[in-house]
Every structure is written in structure tokens, then in C-alpha cells.
T-cell receptor, first 117, second 109 residues
């Protein structure tokens, strides 16, 4: 499959569980991103990776732990989440790290719907 | 602080009518603005960016620095335009995208 693929598409987890979201891109891109989309908030950037190195952590609580083993894969490890963490988590990638006026295009996955009970 | 405001949560028009989705921004630097679209059951995708000054699927958007706006317009809406539309601002040296809350466009037959 081409593009940005996220699994699972839907996840229900308890507050004491540990789970992971997976993202894979088949576009040969070097930068990958995690975004969070809550019901009543705009899409928010969480983490940015460039060539497997984390370049941005947008003040995300430590109960969210990203991992980028290579430029094609990105994980979001989840542990001891709260009900307010229930949201749509979007993965994205781009050829290079997104910079102003770079002409870079970000490609999004379909998202993983997370419900914390 | 940088912000993107889309004042309308829902915009409903009839097919063939003009449509304008509003976006206002607040940014202290030189802004770079985008419109993203999400059709039903599809992923979020880039529709257009202001630096390209392009028309995509009949949509255009002009950056008005005086009014700090980047409204998305189409003269004749089509049913297939029904979707969620997000305005986004790229900010800072990292170029992180800041999104508005989105406007749901519903084009009725």
C-alpha cells in the first residue's frame, strides 16, 4: 500500500493499559509527525521526527512516548492515559522537515481513533 | 501567540451557489497559509497554499495581510465539495502547522 498507513484504526483502552499506535509511510519521506485531533480543539502537533531524530516535542505529557526506529516507521506508545486523551491521532510525513515557504507538502494518514475508558 | 480562526463550524449552501469559507489568522511574522480538506471517509489532504496562487477544483484563496484573512472561495459550489475544510498557518523556524477548528461545508442539491 502506498501513502501513510496507520494501525489500528480504532483502539479502546483502559487507563492502566499500555498500547501503541503504529504509522508507516511508503513515500520515501524523511520527516514524520504525530498530530492529535480532539473533539473541541483544532488539530495539534505533538511530535516531529526528521531522519529518525526527534526535533519537536510540543509539550506533550510523558504518558505519550514516540519512537521512530527508521524513516518509514513511527510509533506512539501509550500508557496510563486519561479519558481526556480520547481523540483521533493522525500521523503524517513529508519529504523533508517542514519549513516556512519550503514548498513541502505534508501527507496525512487516516488516523487512529483512541478511546480511553 | 499564533492563531487560526474559522468562525463557521458549518456552512450550508445549494449547488451552484457561491461559497466562501472564512479564515482569519494572527501571526507576528510573514505568514504562510494553507487550506486542507477532508472528504467523507478520506484522509486530510492539502487543497491549496497561498504561495502557489493556484486554483484547485475551482477554489481560490487570497491572502489579505491588511485584514489578516485567507478566505477560501468558489463561485459555483458542487455537491462533491461537501467536506471538512481546515485553514492552517505555518509558523516559526520549524514551520509547524497550526490549524483552525475547521468548517464543515455541506452543498445541497
Amino acid at each position: 500500500e502506498t501513502g501513510v498507513t496507520q494501525t489500528p484504526r480504532h483502539l479502546v483502552m483502559g487507563m492502566t493499559n499500555k498500547k501503541s499506535l503504529k504509522c508507516e509511510q511508503h513515500l520515501g519521506h524523511n520527516a514524520m509527525y504525530w498530530y492529535k485531533q480532539s473533539a473541541k480543539k483544532p488539530l495539534e502537533l505533538m511530535f516531529v521526527y526528521n531522519f529518525k531524530e526527534q526535533t519537536e516535542n510540543n509539550s506533550v505529557p510523558s504518558r505519550f512516548s514516540p519512537e521512530c526506529p527508521n524513516s518509514s516507521h513511527l510509533f506512539l506508545h501509550l500508557h496510563t492515559l486519561q479519558p481526556e486523551d480520547s481523540a483521533l491521532y493522525l500521523c503524517a510525513s513529508s519529504q523533508e522537515l517542514d519549513r516556512p515557504f519550503s514548498g513541502n507538502t505534508i501527507y496525512f494518514g487516516e488516523g487512529s481513533w483512541l478511546t480511553v475508558v | 501567540a499564533q492563531r487560526v480562526t474559522q468562525p463557521e463550524k458549518l456552512l450550508s449552501v445549494f449547488k451552484g451557489a457561491p461559497v466562501e469559507l472564512k479564515c482569519n489568522y494572527s501571526y507576528s511574522g510573514s505568514p504562510e497559509l494553507f487550506w486542507y480538506v477532508q472528504y467523507s471517509r478520506q484522509r486530510l489532504q492539502l487543497l491549496l497554499r497561498h504561495i502557489s496562487r493556484e486554483s484547485i477544483k475551482g477554489f481560490t484563496a487570497d491572502l489579505n495581510k491588511g485584514e489578516t484573512s485567507f478566505h477560501l472561495k468558489k463561485p459555483f459550489a458542487q455537491e462533491e465539495d461537501s467536506a471538512m475544510y481546515y485553514c492552517a498557518l505555518k509558523e516559526g523556524s520549524q514551520g509547524n502547522l497550526i490549524f483552525g477548528k475547521g468548517t464543515k461545508l455541506s452543498v445541497k442539491p
